[in-house]
């Protein structure tokens, strides 16, 4: 079995940072791709960031500039820095990686975390 645990959410002001973290856990061979989605209130889940197992990335056109998402594979950990942070930012963020284990390639989530921009 794999988990992804992911933490740093919490209750920030307009233009404050936070630094999300999430790690993988369990029967890991390797790691892929590693990403971060957001759900905001009453919206479905969205495409924030993406960074590839040779650390290409690419941004949503609304993070651009503002968030960065990094990676350390020998911890097996993805991060989000999110600076400039806005109201509409205010969602659950989950991370996602793909995974390679004894029965191939599978992708899995986080439980995610909470992200509030206050105005």
């Known amino acids: 079995q794999v988990q992804l645990v992911e933490s740093g959410g919490g209750l920030v002001q307009t233009g404050g940072s936070l630094r999300l973290s999430c790690g993988a856990s369990g029967s890991i061979f390797s790691i892929d791709r590693m990403a971060w989605y957001r759900q905001g209130p009453g919206k479905q889940r969205e495409f924030v960031a993406r960074i590839s197992s040779s650390g290409g990335t690419n941004y949503a056109d609304s993070v651009k500039g503002r968030f960065t998402i990094s990676r350390d594979n020998a911890k097996n950990t993805v991060y989000l820095q999110m600076n400039s942070l806005q109201p509409r930012d205010t969602a659950v963020y989950y991370c996602?990686?793909?995974?390679?284990?004894?029965?191939?390639?599978?992708?899995?989530w986080g439980q995610g975390t909470q992200v509030t921009v206050s105005s």
């Open positions: 996602n990686m793909y995974v390679r284990r004894v029965a191939g390639w599978l992708d899995y």
